[in-house]
C-alpha cells in the first residue's frame, strides 16, 4: 500500500519524507489556500517545491470545470515537473479530460469520487488513480469504507490498472481498515500516518528495557 499525504505544508510533507514511509503528495484548492498559496504564480511555485521534496507522484488540481479549460490547466500542470499528476474533478468534462490526458500519457487523479458507479466511469476512462473521499462519506452517515470495498470488486473484476487511492482518511483506523480490503493508496494527514506509531505496550516496553540497561551497567 503507498502511503501519500494529504498537505501543501511543505514542513509536514519533509516531516514525512523524512520517515521514510512517503510514496506521494496529494493537494486541492483548500489545502493549498490554507497554506496561505493565492495567485497562479505562487501555486504553481509551490507545486514545483513539493516536487522536490518528495520522490512520488504530485497532485495538482485544476480549477476549470470546461473541457478546454481542463486541458489547457492539466496540460500546463504537468509540463511543471515529471511527479505532477493532474487532478481532475468528477463531472462530465473531466471525465472527457481524463480521456484526453489518458491518451497523452498524462497522469491524472479523479477526485470527489463518492459512488461506485463514479469510480467505474472513472478507470473506463483511463484515470491512474481514482479519489473516493471517504471521511466525507462518515460525515454524513454513510459507510465510506463500503464504497472502497465495492470499488476494490469492481476493479478486480475487469482488471482496472486503475489505482483507488483511498482519500479523505482522517485517522489511523480508516489506514488499516483500507490496507485490509486492498486499496492500493491512501492519502491521509501527517497525524494520521504517525498514529500508526503508538502502542502504549510499545512505551511501557521500552521504559523497561532503558531502566534494565541502567541497572545492569
Ligand atoms: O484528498 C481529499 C481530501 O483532501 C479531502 O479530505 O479531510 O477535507 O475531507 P477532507
Known amino acids: 500500500m503507498k502511503f501519500f499525504i494529504d498537505t501543501a505544508n511543505l514542513e509536514q510533507i519533509k516531516e514525512a519524507q523524512a520517515l521514510g514511509v512517503l510514496d506521494g503528495v496529494t493537494t486541492n ?12 504564480e505562487n501555486i504553481l511555485k509551490h507545486y514545483v517545491n513539493i516536487c522536490s521534496e518528495v520522490t512520488g507522484d504530485v497532485s495538482a488540481e485544476v480549477i476549470s470545470t470546461d ?3 481542463i486541458i489547457r490547466e492539466g496540460e500546463a500542470l504537468a509540463a511543471l515537473h ?5 487532478k481532475v474533478p468528477m463531472i462530465k468534462d473531466g471525465i472527457k479530460a481524463i480521456r484526453y490526458f489518458s491518451e497523452k500519457g498524462i497522469k491524472t487523479n479523479c477526485t470527489l469520487v463518492f459512488s461506485a458507479g463514479q469510480a467505474l466511469l472513472a478507470a473506463k476512462a483511463g484515470a491512474t488513480y481514482v479519489s473516493p473521499f471517504i471521511g466525507r462519506l462518515d460525515d454524513i452517515s454513510t459507510d465510506g469504507l463500503n464504497l472502497i470495498d465495492e470499488i476494490r470488486v469492481i476493479y478486480d473484476n475487469y482488471e482496472f490498472d486503475t489505482q483507488i487511492l483511498a482519500a479523505s482518511v482522517r485517522h489511523t483506523m480508516h489506514i488499516l481498515e483500507c490496507a485490509k480490503i486492498g486499496a492500493d493508496v491512501m492519502t491521509g494527514p501527517l497525524s494520521a500516518i504517525t498514529g500508526l506509531l503508538k502502542h502504549p505496550l510499545t512505551d511501557s516496553g521500552l521504559a523497561k528495557f532503558l531502566e534494565d540497561h541502567k541497572k545492569g551497567n
Open 82 to 86: 515529471s511527479q505532477i499528476v493532474v
Open 29 to 40: 484548492p483548500s489545502l493549498m489556500a490554507k497554506e496561505g498559496i493565492t495567485g497562479q
Open 67 to 69: 473541457f478546454e479549460g
